[in-house]
């Protein structure tokens, strides 16, 4: 009788670890906080590297830019007088990214706000005594109506919003290099900026070297953060931010809504330009307005969109502007190495955003 070979038992697939991509329902805030302190690191950390490569030595950076810049008294006057501007870009920045608005024209925005500030310094509409008071205001409506044509292009025509600021900024640019170049150019030394604002159009101080701008700024956040937070409007707001069609499903005025927060992005833009020209510049000048739209996207995007962080960001934010100065001075860093930290900054926060809102899961598959 034949040997018959025993049937081989049929092969086991080999279980396997597999990786897969998952969208988080939530995150709890201390593991947000955790991870976006952990991109600023990384951010910091490539920057000190790029400073230490331009010859800053390594030693020297916390001195520049921590004990030299917080802990001198000049240093830190020249921090708060730079932040009220940049408070303004960053809260004008976070209302309208609030309402799903990329309202990337804050610069066009502080643009008008200087030019109608400067108009009526100019024409002397009003008394002496309410000068300043409506030089303010007429910034506020300038940038409340510059911002007034992309929304409704938005709204309308569907327009990218992205877009239409953008090229709003280069029109109200070109416009002012018009005006200091032309009508406006001070007759006096035929340089191109307005003439000089007169001492009581100009923002004075409330204390010893320490404008009445900083005061104003942080007015304007508090303002901000009762719209966003405690009102009505910034309850619709949380819906329009969190989801358009669930929100316009539920009775939302998502229309009014994003109207209500572009415009009064513009007019915190508009102001920004009205405390840069009547409390810095004390005239209007053909660049005054370079750097801060940069810095309001900056402020909104590590902030996340909160006007409270914001301010406590803007004020970092004008630290970075004084420290870099110094380093112009003293080690011949150009201003535009501050441009290149800030936007690794942003770089590395908007990255950190795909860890919050992913996960990876890991599976046991079984090879075929």
Not at 8 to 29: D, F, G, K, V
Not at 328 to 339: E, G, K, L, N
């Amino acid at each position: 009788m034949p040997d018959i070979a025993p049937t081989a038992a049929p092969r086991q697939p080999l279980a396997s670890r597999r990786y897969t991509l998952e969208i988080r329902q939530q995150m709890a805030w201390h593991w947000q906080a955790l991870i976006l302190a952990l991109a600023l690191l990384v951010g910091l950390g490539i920057s000190t590297a790029i400073l230490v490569a331009a010859g800053v030595p390594a030693g020297e950076l916390l001195n520049e830019f921590v004990l030299l810049t917080l802990f001198d008294l000049q240093s830190l006057k020249a921090v708060l007088f730079q932040a009220a501007p940049i408070i303004m870009v960053g809260l004008a920045g976070c209302i309208a990214f609030r309402a799903r608005f990329w309202n990337l024209g804050l610069e066009g925005q502080m643009i008008w706000g200087g030019i109608a500030a400067t108009a009526i310094s100019l024409f002397e509409v009003g008394p002496e005594a309410l000068r300043l008071p409506l030089m303010g205001l007429a910034a506020a409506l300038a940038g409340l109506a510059w911002a007034l044509a992309p929304v409704l292009l938005k709204l309308n025509l569907r327009v990218n919003e992205i877009i239409s600021t953008l090229m709003l900024n280069y029109i109200a640019a070109n416009f002012l290099l018009h005006l200091v170049y032309g009508a406006w150019k001070d007759p006096r030394d035929a340089f191109p900026y307005s003439p000089q604002y007169r001492p009581f159009e100009r923002i004075p101080e409330f204390f010893d070297g320490y404008s009445l701008a900083i005061p104003l700024a942080l007015l304007a956040a508090l303002l901000a953060w009762w719209f966003v937070s405690l009102c009505r409007a910034g309850l619709y707001l949380r819906f329009v931010d969190a989801n358009l069609r669930v929100a316009t499903a539920n009775g939302v005025p998502v229309r009014q809504v994003i109207i209500t927060s572009v415009l009064l992005s513009g007019s915190l833009a508009g102001l920004a330009g009205w405390l840069v020209a009547a409390g810095q510049e004390s005239r209007l000048t053909q660049a005054f307005y370079q750097g801060y739209g940069f810095s309001g996207i900056l402020i909104a995007f590590l902030a996340r969109n909160n006007p409270l962080a914001a301010t406590i960001v803007a004020l970092l934010v004008a630290t970075l502007f004084v420290a870099g100065r110094n380093l112009q001075v003293f080690y011949q860093i150009p201003f535009s190495m501050v441009q290149l930290i800030q936007a690794l900054i942003v770089i590395c926060v908007a990255s950190s955003d795909f860890f919050i809102r992913h996960r990876i899961r890991r599976t046991l598959g079984r090879d075929a």
